[in-house]
């Protein structure tokens, strides 16, 4: 005897089968983001490598860019050299080749010519940072 029923085989998806989304911290996407910027054409190279779209990299590269990214606010270690004496510091020369490159806490990258004027700098440090 021949059995004519069909029986479809019947999977049931679930949204709670998909993982969620991932979240990712201020300080993984500023990790990715450098690394991506480290060689030539490392977007797409990154982007794969971590299982993210090569989009959302770029769009973490913008927010990177205008300081939209920042390290997580709480106690950090700056390095800072005392000097003895001031007076005893020989004078600064007036070299425009000379800059100085200041990271912030928020992540941006200041390069400032090296005869800046502390005070003035002191004014605008805040001001960059979002304070």
């Known amino acids: 005897m021949v059995d004519l029923t ?3 085989h019947i999977e049931i998806l679930s949204a709670e089968d998909v993982p ?3 979240q990712w911290s201020d300080a993984d996407k500023i990790r990715l983001v450098e690394e991506s910027y480290r060689g030539h054409r490392q977007v797409s ?3 794969r490598q971590h299982g993210i ?6 769009v973490w590269r913008r927010q990177y860019r205008n300081g939209e990214l ?7 270690f700056v390095p800072v050299k005392m000097a003895a004496d001031v007076d005893a510091q020989p004078p600064r020369r007036e070299d425009p080749a000379v800059q100085l490159e200041i990271v912030l806490k928020n992540g941006r990258r200041l390069l400032v010519p090296s005869s800046v004027e502390p005070d003035a700098l002191a ?7 979002g304070k």
């Open 45 to 47: 190279a990154t982007a």
């Open 20 to 22: 969620r989304r991932r």
């Open 6 to 8: 069909f029986t479809p």
């Open 123 to 129: 004014r605008l440090l805040p001001i960059l940072e």
């Open 70 to 76: 920042s390290m997580a606010s709480g106690a950090a």
């Open 53 to 58: 779209s090569r989009g959302l990299l770029t």
